[in-house]
């Protein structure tokens, strides 16, 4: 549990190093969090209107509170990791020794048809590579791996 909240914790540090299992914690978190709230808006949304959508019910049925309760709880939870999603991942670039600028670079190809495939992939290998060992310009082996001190 201390992975998943560490980022949360280092909220806009944009400096230094970040482990995998950092990263990877925190997208486990976002994913149980965010099933969970989306359970919650589609358990507000009133599906019995959509058995006979002619119906004069189904034409005034409306979202109950659940729905836009779970809602306000996704977008506040979507606003509040967004920035300490953005310094994990420039964190975990450092780890790789690559400057944070990369992340905008990927952003972009991404948005590229045909070439947004091979941009996610690279990216998702990216994350999935250890980080340099020893230390880089970035700061110290957040794994401890490479120290003098280790072998002394």
């Known amino acids: 549990m201390n992975w998943m909240l560490l980022p949360l914790r280092r909220y806009a540090e944009f400096s230094g190093r970040s482990r995998r299992m950092e990263f990877w914690m925190f997208q486990l978190l976002n994913i149980i969090v965010m099933v969970v709230l989306l359970l919650i808006v589609f358990g507000g949304i009133p599906w019995e209107a959509f058995a006979d959508p002619e119906s ?5 049925a409306q979202p109950g509170a659940l729905f836009w309760g779970g ?30 600028w990369w992340y905008l670079g990927f952003i ?13 992939i690279a990216f998702l290998v990216i994350m999935v590579l250890p980080g340099t060992p020893g230390e880089n310009r970035f ?6 791996q490479g120290d003098a001190e280790a072998f002394a």
């Open 56 to 60: 004069l019910e189904a034409q005034a």
């Open 71 to 100: 809602l306000g709880l996704l977008m506040i939870w979507a606003l509040g990791t967004f920035i300490p999603a953005l310094a994990l991942t420039v964190r975990r670039l450092h780890d790789r020794d690559m400057s944070g």
């Open 108 to 120: 972009v190809a991404s948005m590229i048809p045909l070439i947004n495939i091979i941009a996610s």
């Open 139 to 144: 700061g110290h082996d957040p794994l401890g």
